[in-house]
């Protein structure tokens, strides 16, 4: 459960900062959508582990569900990123 629970909070506080600490970039919703996405591409190897162990499997078993879901949450952030830097 450590980690899946740690991911989240971590998650929830960054939101949480940034909606009530940085206004202006949480105004922007291009800038929030890179953020949302660095934070998933980070947190996805631990959130999966996290589910993974949760229904009771194997992690050693399923060790190419993380990266899959890892590759895609990167290809995510990347898309975000040339996304971002194309309006900016």
């Not at 999966?48 to 879901?69: C, H, P, Q, S, Y």
Request: hydrophobic fraction near 55%.
């Amino acid at each position: 459960m450590f980690f899946l629970i740690i991911p989240i909070a971590c998650i929830v506080l960054i939101e949480f900062y940034i909606r009530f600490f940085q206004f202006n970039i949480a105004r922007h919703d291009k800038k929030m959508r890179l953020i949302r996405s660095l934070e998933l591409a980070f947190f996805s190897p631990f959130l999966t582990i996290g589910m993974l162990r949760a229904k009771g499997e194997n992690v050693d078993e399923n060790f190419w569900l993380v990266i899959m879901l890892t590759t895609v949450f990167i290809g995510l952030l990347v898309r975000n990123y040339l996304d971002y830097k194309k309006d900016s």
